[in-house]
């Protein structure tokens, strides 16, 4: 059974960081592109990162470019995101996922079939 556990969420000051690890298991790592989504408070779940099954490709919602960059470690079936400057509008629980497909990289919600269990990101002003 496919297992990612989120951690590294917590609360920062705005222009502060934080970097949030997803570890994998029961996952054939290398051949799934990763993602990362956020749902804050009476919101949709929305899109904020996605990297290629091999880490060369990489696609950001506007809303993160410039800010926060996915990486991927496939030797400890690990993705991470390294979130910078963060601001309140940042502030929601954060979702790592992988896709139904292996190989491809999508940037919907509705071609990632697992989910963790989400970490909370408090980002206050």
């Known amino acids: 059974q496919v297992q990612l556990v989120e951690s590294g969420g917590g609360l920062v000051q705005a222009g502060g960081s934080l970097r949030l690890t997803c570890a994998a298991s029961?996952?054939?790592?290398?051949?799934?592109?990763m993602a990362w989504f956020r749902q804050a408070p009476g919101k949709e779940r929305e899109f904020v990162a996605a990297?290629?099954?091999?880490?060369?490709?990489?696609y950001y919602a506007d809303s993160v470019k410039g800010r926060f960059t996915i990486s991927r470690d496939n030797a400890q079936n690990t993705v991470f995101l390294q979130m910078n400057s963060l601001k309140s509008e940042d502030t929601a629980v954060y979702y790592c996922?992988?896709?139904?497909?292996?190989?491809?990289?999508?940037?919907?919600?509705?071609?990632?079939?697992?989910w963790g269990q989400g970490t909370q990101v408090a980002v206050s002003s």
């Open positions: 996922a992988a896709p139904r497909a292996k190989w491809i990289t999508p940037t919907h919600e509705a071609a990632y079939d697992y």
């Open positions: 990297i290629s099954y091999g880490g060369r490709n990489t």
């Open positions: 029961a996952l054939t790592f290398s051949t799934y592109a």
